[in-house]
C-alpha cells in the first residue's frame, strides 16, 4: 500500500502560479505517478505523469507549456508545478501511482494509489 497527501492548493487569479506537492508513504522510484483533476459535473481528467525511473513525462494537450511535473526520489515527492493559470484549471487536483511502467498514464483506471485531493480555483 502506498499513502498519497497532496498539498499546495488554493485560490489565485488568472495568469498566477501554484505548486502542488504530493508526498507519499513509500519510497517513489520506478514507480508511474501522475496528477488529474476533476471539475463539479466532470469527468476525472488526466493531467500530468512521470514514470520516476527515468522521469520521462506526459501532458495533456491543455496544459503542455504551463505545468510542469517532476519527482524527488530522495524525498518521496511528487510536484506539478502550475503557471499561466486559467479559470479553466479551476477543480480538485489528485495524485496517483502504479507500481511499473507508465502505461496509458493519464487513464484514471491504470492508478492503485490516490490522494484525498486539493482543491484549485481560479478566478478571471
Known amino acids: 500500500q502506498v499513502q498519497l497527501v497532496e498539498s499546495g492548493g488554493g485560490s489565485v487569479q488568472a495568469g498566477g502560479s501554484l505548486r502542488l506537492s504530493c508526498a507519499a508513504s513509500r519510497y517513489t522510484y520506478a514507480r508511474c505517478m501522475a496528477w488529474f483533476r476533476q471539475a463539479p459535473g466532470k469527468e476525472r481528467e488526466g493531467v500530468a505523469a512521470?514514470?520516476?525511473?527515468?522521469?520521462?513525462?506526459y501532458y495533456t494537450d491543455s496544459v503542455k507549456g504551463r505545468f510542469t511535473i517532476s519527482q524527488n526520489n530522495a524525498k518521496n515527492t511528487l510536484s506539478l508545478q502550475m503557471n499561466s493559470l486559467k479559470p479553466e484549471d479551476t477543480a480538485m487536483y489528485y495524485c496517483?501511482?502504479?507500481?511499473?511502467?507508465?502505461?496509458?498514464?493519464?487513464?484514471?483506471?491504470?492508478?492503485?494509489?490516490w490522494g484525498q485531493g486539493t482543491q484549485v480555483t481560479v478566478s478571471s
Open positions: 512521470i514514470y520516476t525511473g527515468d522521469s520521462t513525462t
Open positions: 496517483a501511482a502504479v507500481y511499473g511502467a507508465c502505461w496509458s498514464p493519464l487513464v484514471p483506471d491504470r492508478y492503485d494509489f
